[in-house]
T-cell receptor
Framework: GDSVTQMEGPVTLSEEAFLTINCTYT??????LFWYVQYPGEGLQLLLK???ADDKGSNKGFEATYRKETTSFHLEKGSVQVSDSAVYFC??????????WGAGTKLIIKP | EAGVAQSPRYKIIEKRQSVAFWCNPI?????LYWYQQILGQGPKLLIQ????????DSQLPKDRFSAERLKGVDSTLKIQPAKLEDSAVYLC????????????FGSGTRLTVV
């Protein structure tokens, strides 16, 4: 069945460092791909999405490109801030239209 | 637009007691989801509604959990009787359609069973 694998955390970076959180997927057909963010004590927020191959989703300085050839959707940001500290979830929506979630990656940004 | 509303925000109950959570989705969103998120894990789908019909409840522990969306708008999730392992955040989400849209999540209800 469909699945999502993302890098284990926590990922700890200094402020202004470059961020990559890896996400790969297994799915039949052409899923839509999403990154959600969960700040401490809050619900999940949609960060960005891509619905077809080579699409690039972007929001708040974060970017991810839908790579069908490598079945990946890695999250990147050029310069992270302390306020980016959160848990990031990669997810796909497959043929049954349900979201399949990765386990989440905790990001800690130190000043 | 108003977001997905959930209440209560926090609830502490003793095991074997019952509890109910309420969710009001974004106006016009036909699809409503209830998720359980245990600390340190990703969300687990409990039940999905399309209008007032159940689309998927395969992971809902039906011996103790129940959910309804009688008028196709707001929804209630109930646990009776609660167990210690039910301690989690219960998230409600809604979506305009089942296709290429992300979900909008509420802030969740944090349940602690003692």
């Amino acid at each position: 069945g469909d699945s999502v694998t993302q890098m284990e955390g926590p990922v700890t970076l200094s402020e202004e460092a470059f961020l990559t959180i890896n996400c790969t997927y297994t799915a039949t057909g052409y899923p839509s791909l999403f990154w959600y963010v969960q700040y401490p004590g809050e619900g999940l927020q949609l960060l960005l999405k891509a619905t077809k191959a080579d699409d690039k989703g972007s929001n708040k300085g974060f970017e991810a490109t839908y790579r069908k050839e490598t079945t990946s959707f890695h999250l990147e940001k050029g310069s992270v801030q302390v306020s980016d500290s959160a848990v990031y979830f990669c997810a796909l929506k497959g043929s049954n239209y349900q979201l399949i979630w990765g386990a989440g990656t905790k990001l800690i940004i130190k000043p | 637009e108003a977001g997905v509303a959930q209440s209560p925000r926090y609830k502490i109950i003793e095991k074997r007691q019952s509890v109910a959570f309420w969710c009001n989705p974004i106006s016009g969103h036909a699809t409503l989801y209830w998720y359980q998120q245990i600390l340190g894990q990703g969300p687990k789908l409990l039940i999905q509604f399309q209008n007032n019909g159940v689309v998927d409840d395969s992971q809902l522990p039906k011996d103790r959990f129940s959910a309804e969306r009688l008028k196709g708008v707001d929804s209630t999730l109930k646990i009776q009787p609660a167990k210690l392992e039910d301690s989690a955040v219960y998230l409600c989400a809604s979506s305009f359609s089942t296709e290429n849209y992300g979900y909008t999540f509420g802030s969740g209800t944090r349940l602690t069973v003692v």
